[in-house]
């Protein structure tokens, strides 16, 4: 499959010039039918089939092997999650912090990697230490000096509010070196771009299917390391997270299904699988590289209203506009969604590989 075969699927590009990715991706409809035909199948033929538990469970296992595929690790270190912030508050409830326990963020952090570490300080008396960024790239000094009494490093990659493809294992080794442990928050990179979760290196990698994904909402990922699995205790327990949940001591999964708790939704899963395939079907790689050179014709076009750094590597391009919301508003009007950012606060673009030129060139003749 090519990209723009890819975007004949999307009923969204029949109304509207979409370029807000980052927020969130309309689906294809094979992706959004995958869903609904599993939920009907659910509750109107497997009560009498397999069972509903059977079918619920085997749909989420194997949307759990896809979303490995697609990070290139194995399925027991992948936990499923409802989002992004579902998966990094796994992580925050589930450390054993001590008063005056350091965790390091950088000035870029979404509110989903930064007011999970504010509700620990409030609770576990831990120091929040925010390093400084230059629209998103870090100062090697600066971080090795941050993280040398922490225990937790968090960053996102690419930056949300700059699009900035950080140099994730590099990070990773100076954090693991003053022996901090390492978040990523992923969320913008699955589906735009390659995510190595083993080579990273990284003890966690958060994500979600609703963006570049191209899934709905409600279906989420947290990677977690092998050494980094033995570290973390659920504070949340239920009769999915344990081996015997019968059992008079009940003991966790030694694997990333510690964090499952009871029923959920499968649907979303379901559809996270199907975008995966439809994603890999046109090629990571032919995606990232589509991505990157569209972004690069909406960089020359805007000229000194860039701000995003001309060398990013991804699909997020912020740039200024004196009223930034009133911006998004006259583009809206003429049918082109793009978002305004609160800090910067700019204008922000999400280019995908299902985009075109004609796209690019439609926003800035709007602009």
């Known amino acids: 499959m090519d990209p723009e075969s890819l975007r004949s ?7 509207c010039t979409y370029l807000n990715w980052g927020a969130s ?3 294809p409809r094979t992706v959004v039918d995958a869903a609904a035909e599993f939920e009907r199948y659910h509750q109107y ?40 912030a579902d998966g990094i508050n796994h992580v925050a409830t589930s450390i054993d912090w001590q008063p005056g326990d350091v965790v390091v963020r950088t000035d ?15 609770l576990h ?12 790239r870090l100062d090697f000094d600066e971080l090795k000096t941050a993280v040398s009494d922490a225990r937790l490093l968090c960053f996102n990659s690419p930056t949300w509010n700059y699009g900035t493809r950080q140099p994730v294992e590099e990070i ?36 979600s299917g609703h963006k570049w994904l191209l899934g709905v909402w409600g279906a ?11 570290a973390l205790t659920p504070t949340r327990i239920g009769y999915y997270s344990v081996e015997e949940y019968d059992a008079e001591d009940p003991d966790f999964y030694d694997d990333a299904r510690k964090f499952d708790l009871g029923t959920r939704s499968v649907a979303p899963f379901v559809a996270l699988e199907t975008a995966i395939e439809r994603l890999e079907s046109v090629g990571v790689d032919t995606v990232d590289q589509r991505i990157s050179r569209l972004a690069d014709r909406l960089k020359d076009g805007l000229g000194e209203r860039l701000l995003s750094p001309r060398d990013a590597k991804s699909g997020l391009v912020t740039f200024s506009a004196e009223d930034a919301e009133a911006t998004v508003e006259r583009l809206a009007a003429r049918d ?8 910067p606060y700019a204008c922000r673009v999400s280019v995908h590989a299902v985009n075109t030129d004609e796209d690019i060139d439609e926003l800035l003749d709007a602009l």
């Open 336 to 343: 082109i969604q793009i978002r305004y950012l609160p800090d």
């Open 45 to 84: 033929d497997s009560p009498a089939d397999e069972g509903m538990y059977e079918a619920a469970d085997e749909a989420t296992e194997s949307a759990r092997e896809a979303v490995a595929g697609l990070l290139g690790t194995r399925s027991r270190n992948v936990a499923l999650t409802q989002s992004t």
């Open 108 to 122: 870029t952090e979404h509110s989903a990697a930064r007011l999970p570490w504010e509700r620990m300080a409030e």
């Open 220 to 230: 989420g990922f947290l990677y977690v390391s092998d050494d980094a699995l033995d």
């Open 9 to 15: 699927e999307i009923p969204a590009f029949e109304e």
């Open 125 to 136: 008396d831990i120091e929040i230490r925010v390093l400084e960024t230059t629209a998103g």
């Open 172 to 207: 990773v080794d100076i954090a693991h070196d003053a022996g901090a442990r390492v978040l990523v928050d992923a969320v913008q990179a699955p589906g735009q771009q390659p995510v190595p979760v083993e080579q990273w290196g990284a003890d966690f990698v958060a994500g």
């Open 25 to 27: 991706g309309p689906s």
